[in-house]
């Protein structure tokens, strides 16, 4: 018992608009990494997505439905680094596909250290998923390409929906 | 009681020849991310360093000792995922200063991955350290400048008996 | 006769609004490489460019009107891989400008590859016009810039043309 | 005497939407290079920034207002090659924060120089500012967060003015 | 019959020391692109390899007896493009792990365009493989990883029969 | 008068063994920059290079015959930072061919501010000479290929006269 500690916990930030494969192995892998992940979904009310703020939840959980330790919450008006306080979370955890997204991530990753020393952790993504992003999966649904595999079913369903619809 | 969980552990490996405030600071970033932190010293006997490995092991012991949660050991023949299996990490602690770094340990990540399912972390290494490598390090002692604060005082004695001797 | 083989065919893709000097080498580069190559001019209705498409068109064949074994097509509504999938394409030609257009251009041809096999195969553009594209070239050319030499005369006509009306 | 040259002068052009540290540190660095720095604020009147011209301009000598050898003004409708001709100015000076950054800024250097022969030089920036940027300040501030720090007093208040107008 | 054309012959290069599962990625790769594929090692009789030239030959041909249209050659003490010249190659073709392994190709690309207009042709490697390279797979074989998959099975057994001799 | 400044110097460091086009391409650059150059030869007696020390700085100086402002000296055993400190520049200037070049770069520019303040400044290289390096001019010019226009004229016939007697 002297060995037990407080349980570790991170939070996995993005739009998931829809959550794809690519946003799944790298949840799964932070699970491996840390005793609870909190999926947090950062909504920004002036940018219309394609799926609304509590379809992008639903198709989540559903997704996650049989991974413990996950848990799916909502990043609200405030900074990323006040949610991770409030959850109680010691790192983000980001996945990346290659030094260009690093490049990318940084700037960010060392503004949340400067703003309340948290830290982000990057891990390398899937590399069988490096083309899986939810920008490119929307575009090839709906110019009629089949992204099964790169999504969840769920999502798979909820994508042909939004195309018939259109 | 619940909520206990066994420790974490990462591991930290490096050649530390010798070790500076760069590997210092990406440590100390690990004792906030994991339970344990395991330095793993690698060891090239085919590639003779600056310093021998009972000194390399010496500075980092003397560098850390007021660092709780940290060890130092040693990378015997084998390979860094059977060590790490061997002392319990569930993952790999890496310091990124770029995008390119990245794109160069990337391949070692998926290769252990690969092996043993074993995990690599890359955090973001304090910007105000980009310059701080052991290399670096030794071509400016050597040549007579001046790495006060780039590496713990320690080193740096040792680096000037060095230089002195030569 | 033994020896021949059906003739081999690329598809050199993009917007060209309007087609530039850069577009031009790497569609004479293709040429040494394949018997065919098709340039593709990539029409997205919903977002409306400096020229239409038949001006688009219009002055791609009038660039290429000396250049054997190469035409002009439009790509309609489905994806790239349908439409070389339809035209017998073998290879999607990509000209890079640095690594950065690589990490850029990857996952597209990584999710092209996995739709339908559609290899994309990426040659260096030229050096000395890594300072041309469309955008970069209508900026300079809209503020008063001299851009002779970085498109085709037509296209040079056509830029003043728009220009003038504005 | 005989050794007198003309005084050197140097561009730092950018939106300045608005000034931080970042580019304050850029400016100062340009200061220890040449005799003349000359802040050139583009303006860009089809796409309304945060702050309008007159207010950046203000910011911006504000900040520099114990900086001796800068002035700050405003690009008009021509191009920057032209500016810096009627400023006589021999070089465009740029902070890089990475490599991504340089490949971003490459073509541009390379158009400037083949329009006239104007030469674009390139500093590292300070990397304990590598998470400034003035987007970034403003999304965080935005958000709550305080950029102290970031930005000069002065635009600290006004980006506390714009927040709590909205 | 009026649209036969000569076979179009492409060139892999490189060491060799071993084949490995990613260079046989490329090869079959380009044997979709190209007529004939003519892998040429690059022998460098200063600097003693891992395996001999007539092995890494052996080990080339027996893991390509299956590949139609592909053979293996060996590059003698001239230049890659007087090669490519003399078995009427249009062009070499690598494979990329990433936007810094295209930095890297980039001058040797571009002085072989400049020496004989040979073009080189960049794909990307099967993202499955980017842990796979000659290097990183002695490396772990001789340390006691398990290869198997990584290599061909007659390379897998080379592999075993040096570690074994050492 | 009251304009008159002292003059501004820069320093250009490398090995140039030998020197090529590109780096008389950055030296010219520089003398439109500041008003003297120094060139710098970095001299290091543990490694052997391909010219000795004396003929290395014979061919700088027959290549720099005509261009005023620029002298060429030779690092001695010190620092660059002391060196620069020693003749007086505000200056180092490095000639970047991508970004990667600058990733490479950048720790020693922050280790040289570090130690002195000192700055580096670095500029695109004319794009045309990506491919010219002292080692790749080498590597092809011992292979019988012709590197005319890619070195001064005294440096072909030096690399020639190498080339012949080995």
């Given at each position: ?16 608009d ?11 892998r ?64 980001k996945g990346?596909r290659?030094g ?43 110019h ?12 798979l ?10």
């Open positions: 018992m002297s060995d037990a500690t407080p349980p570790r916990r991170c939070v996995c930030p993005g739009s998931f829809p959550v794809t494969e690519g946003h799944l192995d790298v949840i799964r932070a699970t491996a990494l840390f005793d609870e992940v909190v999926v947090a979904v950062v909504h920004n009310p002036a940018k219309a997505g394609t799926f609304d703020l509590p379809t992008r939840l639903d198709l989540l959980r559903q997704s996650l439905v049989a991974q413990p330790g996950v848990r799916v919450e909502v990043v609200g008006d405030g900074l990323l680094v006040d949610f991770c306080r409030d959850v109680g979370a010691v790192a983000v955890v990346l290659g260009t997204d690093f490049a990318y991530e940084l700037p960010m990753a060392l503004m949340n250290r400067h703003l309340s020393g948290l830290e982000t952790v990057f891990i390398a993504g899937e590399p069988s998923l490096t083309h899986v992003s939810s920008s490119l999966v929307k575009e090839v649904a709906f009629g390409g089949d992204v099964t595999g790169l999504v969840p079913d769920v999502v369903k909820a994508l042909l929906a939004v195309r018939d619809r259109t």
